[in-house]
T-cell receptor
Framework: QQPVQSPQAVILREGEDAVINCSSS?????VHWYRQKHGEAPVFLMI?????EQKGHEKISASFNEKKQQSSLYLTASQLSYSGTYFC??????????????FGSGTQLTVLP | DAGVIQSPRHEVTEMGQEVTLRCKPI?????LFWYRQTMMRGLELLIY????????DSGMPEDRFSAKMPNASFSTLKIQPSEPRDSAVYFC?????????????FGSGTRLTVV
C-alpha cells in the first residue's frame, strides 16, 4: 500500500525551512527519501531504519516515529538547489520481504530567490 | 563509477510493436529493480531481481511485459505488443543487499512513447 505524503506542494523563499511528512498504515522496516528534479532520475538522500539508525549523506535531516509509522524530512535554510519533487519510499514487513520499496506520490518543493 | 546505465533514453514506437529497454546495474550491486513512472500512478515497482533471479513480478501489469537478467551486468524489460497506455518513464535501479538497508541508485530512465 502506497505511503501518504504531505503536503503535495510547497513554495518557499531561499533560506526558509520546510517539513515533508510521510505516513504508512503498515509496520515499517525502513523509510527512504529521494529527490527528483524535472526530467532526471530520483536521487537517494537518506534512509531511516527501524530502531533509529539513520544513514544519509546530505545536509538534510529526518525523523522516524516507529509508533506512528511516520517519517518527516526537514530542510533547513533552503537553497535554490533544493527545488524538486521529494519522494518517500517505504519497506514494510507485511510483504514477507523487506527488500522492495513502495513510493509515495511525491511533494513538489519550489524554492524562490 | 558510471552509475546505472539505461538505454535508450527515448523511444517512440507505434502501437503493436515490440519494445526492449536495457539496463546495466552498478557493479557489485546484487539487487535490480524496474520501476515505471507516470503522472497518474507515480513510481510503480514492476519487478525485481536478486543475484539475477526474479523475486517478485507481481507488479508486471500484463503478460505483454517480460523481464530478464541473464547475468549480473545486464537486464532487459520487454513489452510485446506495446500499447499507448504503456507510455511512461521506465527506471532501472540497483542496490546493495536489497536496498531496504541501503539506498537505490536509479538510472536516467527511458521515456517511452507509444503512438
Amino acid at each position: 500500500q502506497q505511503p501518504v505524503q504531505s503536503p503535495q506542494a510547497v513554495i518557499l523563499r531561499e533560506g526558509e525551512d520546510a517539513v515533508i511528512n510521510c505516513s504508512s498504515s503498515k509496520a515499517l522496516y525502513s523509510v527512504h527519501w529521494y529527490r527528483q528534479k524535472h526530467g532526471e532520475a530520483p536521487v537517494f538522500l537518506m534512509i531511516l531504519l527501524k530502531g533509529g539508525e539513520q544513514k544519509g549523506h546530505e545536509k538534510i535531516s529526518a525523523s522516524f516515529n516507529e509508533k506512528k509509522q511516520q517519517s518527516s524530512l526537514y530542510l533547513t535554510a533552503s537553497q535554490l538547489s533544493y527545488s524538486g519533487t521529494y519522494f518517500c519510499g517505504t519497506a514494510t514487513f507485511s510483504s514477507g520481504s523487506a527488500r522492495q520499496l513502495t513510493f509515495g506520490s511525491g511533494t513538489q518543493l519550489t524554492v524562490l530567490p | 563509477d558510471a552509475g546505472v546505465i539505461q538505454s535508450p533514453r527515448h523511444e517512440v514506437t507505434e502501437m503493436g510493436q515490440e519494445v526492449t529497454l536495457r539496463c546495466k546495474p552498478i557493479s557489485g550491486h546484487d539487487y535490480l529493480f524496474w520501476y515505471r513512472q507516470t503522472m497518474m500512478r507515480g513510481l510503480e515497482l514492476l519487478i525485481y531481481f536478486n543475484n539475477n533471479v526474479p523475486i517478485d513480478d507481481s507488479g508486471m501489469p500484463e503478460d505483454r511485459f517480460s523481464a530478464k537478467m541473464p547475468n549480473a551486468s545486464f537486464s532487459t524489460l520487454k513489452i510485446q505488443p506495446s500499447e499507448p497506455r504503456d507510455s511512461a518513464v521506465y527506471f532501472c535501479a540497483s542496490s546493495f543487499s536489497g536496498g531496504a538497508n541501503y539506498g537505490y541508485t536509479f538510472g536516467s530512465g527511458t521515456r517511452l512513447t507509444v503512438v
